[in-house]
């Protein structure tokens, strides 16, 4: 077995053994479809290339990493809500981290940018890359959402959330 056999075979391995995990009702998403262009003129640069250029933000370095209040995480591009704040936890990893997602809210596909396979997830909404999920987290789903600070933004409860964008 030569050395590329071996790194699809455990990849093979690896998303047999996440996928199921990630199962989960879904409620329909009806997508957003804009440019590169008119995002571009709607997001701050940063954003723009965490959400729509697959980008990662320097670890510690979102102030989301402590927010501890109760409320609602959005997608910084379209306002979809994805994350209900008591599913937030300490991951310890500097990156915000999330053990389940709202219904509905994310898809996922493979990345291979660190040549072993990842599970990225995206705003099932608009597409904006959040971050990747991975198989070390806290019961009940023992799942970890680790998500760009950027990409996403946080609605206190009793705050009325944003309209979805259009």
């Known amino acids: 077995m030569n050395r590329r056999q071996l790194i699809l075979s455990a990849a093979g391995i690896f998303a047999s053994g996440i996928l199921p995990f990630l199962a ?10 804009k440019t590169d262009e008119e995002w571009k003129s709607l997001l ?3 954003r723009f290339h965490i959400l729509f250029q ?3 933000e320097r ?18 591009a379209c306002n979809l809500p994805l994350f209900d704040s008591a599913t937030k936890y300490e991951s310890g990893t500097g990156w ?3 053990y389940d997602f709202l219904p509905g809210a994310l898809a996922t596909k493979k990345d291979f940018k660190l040549v072993w396979p990842r599970t990225e997830y995206h ?3 608009c597409g904006g890359h959040q971050g990747h999920v991975f198989k070390d987290g806290p019961k009940p789903t023992g799942l970890r959402y680790c998500n760009n600070g950027l990409a996403l933004e946080f609605i206190p409860k009793g705050e009325k959330l944003p309209e979805l964008r259009t």
């Open 96 to 98: 915000p981290s999330f």
């Open 24 to 33: 989960k009702e879904t409620h329909a998403v009806i997508p957003l479809k």
């Open 59 to 76: 670890p510690n370095s979102s102030p989301l990493n402590k927010e501890k209040r109760a409320g609602t995480f959005i997608c910084a």
């Open 54 to 56: 697959e980008g990662t």
């Open 123 to 125: 705003c099932a909404r």
């Open 44 to 46: 701050p640069r940063e």
